[in-house]
């Protein structure tokens, strides 16, 4: 199917333009988007995917969108796409100089295909320190070059240290390690996205007594990653498309999936089939 695209106010044939040549989302990268899975018709915890949007619009000083807007577009672009839809991105930017409004396009369409997760180490790494860091901007083009390199390499993933060598993230995904009867995800403060998965996956563990927890800082420092391809831990990814899913490969080489992880696999696909708005 193609995508479905809304903007201004109603839905709009998606070859149609609508972007101001001038607008700061276009120009200099300035704005924030939401990618959340669709599953049966329903934007899945689409509460928590606009409580960040609104969040990080306020951090980067941009205007505010209206969410009784934001969620009409979302059962607009839903209705129109019908069943074949499985992701919905929410974008907003500033718009042209003296716009009266920011810039709101809803687009929805189908689901990318991944298969197993298959993980490369980056070359590159994550600013702890940059003022985007924790916030889902539309400035993506050194994850666009990352995961480029990753597929390059034979991975659908590329996961970065951020600059002080701890691990940090992946591209689109957070990453969990599987070590000593834990799992531990790098904490906020490594830069790393507050990720709507991720915090469900610390949620509902935390509700069945699993031990999965943040990490302490300098707690999995970027060396965490040999002790997977070694085979004495585990690496997971989360993300909203991909929901929790265990690491298969790491650099082309496979890795075993932890039995810790496989248990929160399946905790995660069991609660979030009994409620899409967590």
Do not use: I, Q
């Amino acid at each position: 199917m193609a995508s479905v695209l809304w903007s201004g106010g109603r839905l709009r044939d998606p070859s149609e333009p609508v972007l101001e040549g001038a607008d700061a989302g276009f120009t200099t990268g300035l704005g924030v988007f939401e990618t959340c899975a669709v599953v049966d018709g329903h934007a899945f915890a689409l509460t928590r995917h606009l409580d960040r949007l609104a969040a990080s619009l306020h951090a980067l000083d941009l205007p505010a969108v209206d969410e009784a807007e934001v969620r009409g577009a979302v059962a607009a672009v839903l209705a129109a796409g019908g069943a074949e839809v499985g992701r919905l991105r929410v974008t907003v930017s500033p718009g042209a100089p003296g716009a009266a409004r920011p810039t709101l396009v809803v687009t929805a369409g189908p689901a990318p295909v991944r298969g197993p997760a298959r993980v490369v180490r980056s070359a590159w790494v994550r600013n702890e320190r940059s003022p985007l860091a924790g916030h889902k901007s539309t400035s993506y083009a050194a994850d666009v070059l990352a995961l480029a390199a990753a597929s390059r390499a034979g991975g659908n993933e590329a996961v970065l240290a951020n600059t002080r060598g701890d691990l940090c993230e992946g591209t689109g995904s957070n990453v969990f390690v599987d070590r000593d009867g834990e799992l531990l995800t790098p904490p906020a403060g490594s830069g790393c996205l507050p990720g709507v998965t991720r915090a469900l996956v610390l949620e509902w563990a935390a509700d069945a007594g699993m031990p999965v927890r943040e990490a302490r800082v300098g707690e999995l420092p970027w060396t965490v990653l040999d002790d997977v391809a070694a085979g004495s831990a585990g690496l997971a990814l989360s993300g909203s498309l991909r929901g929790f899913a265990g690491v298969r490969a790491l650099d082309g080489t496979p890795v075993e999936v932890g039995a810790l992880t496989a248990e929160v696999e399946r905790l995660f696909r069991r609660r979030a089939a009994d409620d899409l708005d967590p």
